[in-house]
């Protein structure tokens, strides 16, 4: 009779230790639950990181379709609108034939969650219900396909407010921006020829197309000691491949991000965010992306 109570003690403090454990469980199970559409879906969790992270696939993709193609990064949009029936006068991103969807394989790689726009992957999609490429636009990110070297768009030696931004609009405008592979030049690398070029050259700078191995040729002083890597990998973490962009109008500009400034993608495939102010987010590319409208056609429209 003395020993019942101890078994019912023993049996109560089994239980007890069973409901802590369950309780304790389900409150796990509940955190997963409201925690796992930020863990996920970078989105919603810090969509500043998840524009970095799709520059990161995006680089990717472009590596590999350079490793299959003599080093060369993808060239332009030279074809826009349904069934590429455009030429592209108008819009700074990738050809969407040459990756997609061969290298790759989920266009909203290309659409940042916040872009100005709001225009999202499915926006692209055609009347058969499958992604156009040639519906691929700049909303999110701009793409030249080109070694730009900043001091082109910054440096009083080179820059001029007429004639750097007529170049690249004249480039764009005619339908010729991806052309560059076309021209030749030395050693059979493409060029483009800058309209106007440096105010102290004697003949127009070229720019290159982008090209694994061509990094070098942006090194305008190389007196000193080597950089840690040589100077090829130091030429890679300076040269732009592809940045956020930003609605530019006579009255005020857009970003995608807040504070103002954008996620900046360089060669050797690590992203970094730059304010307002930093290249590129300067009054040259602003004015381009203020005029870059003045004619040609929207990718999307039907």
Known sequence: MDQ???????????????????????????????????IYNADIFHPKAACQMRLKQFSVACRLYADENNGYYPPIQDHIGPGCSNVNTSVFMVNGSSLYPTYLTDPSILVCPTNAKRVSARDWVGADGVSDPCRFDDSSYIYLGLMIREAWFTDPKYYSADKTVAGI????????????????????????VLVGGPKSYTKPETVLRLRNGLERFMLTDINGPDP????DAWARVRTVVAFDTFESSSTEISFNHTPDGGNV???????????????????AWAEILRQRKSQGASPIQN
């Open 228 to 231: 840690p890597g040589g100077w």
């Open 265 to 283: 993608l360089y060669m050797d495939g690590h992203v970094e965010f730059h304010r307002s102010g930093a290249y590129p987010y300067i009054p």
């Open 169 to 192: 609009l004249d480039a764009l405008h005619s339908g010729k921006l991806r052309e560059v592979k076309l021209e030749g030049g030395h050693n059979g690398i493409g060029r483009f």
């Open 4 to 38: 019942q109570p101890a078994n019912e003690s023993h049996r109560r403090r089994v239980s007890t230790r069973e409901f802590v454990v369950i309780i304790g469980l389900l409150g796990l199970l509940f955190l997963l639950v409201l925690l796992a559409p930020r």
